[in-house]
């Protein structure tokens, strides 16, 4: 791994979300020197630890100089962080909460959205720690604004990924395993009219509890609503803003008055209703009850004749195409779907997956497949438990095969574009670190020679930072 890799793989393990964890960020807590100073941006030892922690816990093995590779990506980053300040880039609340959301919620999908165990865990409530997520979070958004305002004006030819591609020699080319493109239609199981009315009924029956049996409205979540991470504390869903949740909740939620109760209402999780306990501007604290109307074999066996026919009707009969496919009945929600139904590997970013990536009934699914072909319907489950299904479509398969130009022009292009940012942004900090206060524990100048270009003797004082 080429020192450029290792600061590209640093940097995307200091953005994610697991280096913002209360976890990795124990020894805070035990080691507060200041490591590293760039303008007003301070560097703790405890920052390196735990990246490092990270790093081992993501790679096993690490290079014996980490902490230095380390503490150089981080004054990379606090260098682009202090010239964001210094050019007074602007980013919106709404950005940051966002963000936050994200981060809390993926969190919380790895926990089963169970909130008990989430809080046992970090000993934290959940809004204890969206407020710890708050300054880390605006920083990396700051990083990555600047970073981005640096190289967008970046591009590379074809003539420069040709030459990219020749300097490597030959027995160092990567050697590629047998990989496929897949495109997806993901279909739910509609809820028949029967469980719906049925649903309905319930919830009614449930709202009469609260309003005309005077039971209290929390213990009557806990016990009936299917919301299982907002049950557990009541049906409380704690302080949100605008954006949080579904179009069909928040025009209710947000024409309620404080302990006001909403009547019943239709989401796609199923059928609410929703009391507003507080509200600070644009920030809302709302509880409600869901019931969400059962799916019944008949649903299921009626989502699998759909796609059959949607099947049909693009190989057979030819009268619409996989993408319009995609448009008239695939989940919008599903990550493919602006994208004409083509998957994305989570892993790298493309569409490539090498057959070790795929889900093992996937697998076998496509095995079977010649390019074009598109499977019968696939039974999945969601992470909440909900069953949907999915039609496969085979795009290409390659067989293992050193790199070319000719069968792997996109991924070459990628490396040699990456290569050529990575050095003009080096360029870049070696420029901006001539005018910019830094200041570096001696005990790692001494221990880390790949710095030097850091230590700066004549600057004796911190640059002008706005406010």
Not at 119 to 138: A, C, H, L, W
Not at 182 to 191: D, M, R
Not at 403 to 409: F, R, V
């Amino acid at each position: 791994m080429t020192m450029t890799t290792l600061n590209t793989f640093l940097i995307t393990c200091c953005l994610s979300v697991l280096c913002l964890l209360p976890g990795y960020g124990q020894e805070r807590r035990l080691i507060d020197e200041v490591t590293g100073t760039v303008g007003a941006e301070i560097i703790l030892r405890s920052d390196i630890e735990s990246q490092l922690a990270y790093m081992q816990a993501q790679r096993g093995s690490i290079p014996p100089n980490a902490r230095c590779l380390i503490l150089d990506n981080l004054l990379g980053q606090n260098l682009l962080l202090h010239q964001a300040r210094i050019d007074s880039i602007v980013i919106s609340d709404d950005e940051v909460e966002a963000q936050i959301s994200a981060r809390v919620d993926r969190i919380l999908a790895l926990m089963n959205n169970d909130y008990q165990q989430f809080e046992d865990y970090y000993g934290k409530t959940v809004s204890e720690i969206r407020g710890e997520f708050r300054e880390p979070i605006q920083n990396q958004i700051l990083i990555e604004r600047m970073q981005n305002q640096v190289l967008s004006a970046i591009t590379i030819t074809p003539e420069e990924v040709r030459t990219f591609f020749n300097r490597v020699p030959k027995d160092s080319l990567p050697y590629f395993n047998s990989e496929v493109e897949l495109a997806e239609i993901v279909y739910y199981p509609k809820v028949n009219e029967t469980q719906k009315q049925q649903a309905y009924v319930q919830l009614s029956q449930i709202r009469k509890m609260i309003t005309e049996d005077q039971r209290d409205f929390a213990e009557v979540a806990s016990e009936y609503s299917d919301d299982l991470g907002s049950a557990r504390l009541g049906g409380d869903l704690g302080w949100q803003k605008r954006g949080t949740f579904v179009p069909e909740f928040e025009s209710v939620a947000y024409n309620l008055e404080p302990g006001e109760m909403s009547d019943i209402f239709e989401s796609p999780f199923g059928y609410h209703f929703v009391q507003l306990l507080e509200r600070r501007g644009n920030l809302l604290h709302t509880r409600h009850i869901l019931i969400a109307p059962k799916i019944e074999q008949a649903d299921l066996d009626l989502a699998v004749h759909v796609l059959d026919s949607v099947r049909m009707a693009i190989t057979r009969d030819s009268t619409m195409t996989f993408e319009e496919a995609v448009k008239n009945f695939g989940d919008e929600n599903s990550t493919s779907y602006n994208n004409g139904g083509r998957m994305l590997n989570p892993k790298s970013g493309n569409t490539f997956f090498e057959i070790g990536d795929l889900d093992h009934r996937l697998f076998f699914v496509i095995d079977t497949l010649q390019e074009n072909q598109i499977s019968s319907p696939i039974a999945y489950q969601d992470p909440t438990g909900k069953v949907y299904y999915q039609l496969v479509k085979l795009l290409s398969r390659s067989r293992p095969h050193k790199a070319s130009l000719k069968t792997d022009y996109s991924r070459i292009r990628e490396a040699a574009l990456a290569e050529k940012k990575n050095e003009y942004l080096d360029e870049w900090i070696q420029d901006h670190i001539a005018n910019t206060y830094i200041e570096i524990d001696p005990s790692f100048q001494k221990t880390c020679p790949n710095i030097d270009r850091w230590i700066q003797p004549n600057i004796d004082a911190p640059s002008t930072i706005k406010p």
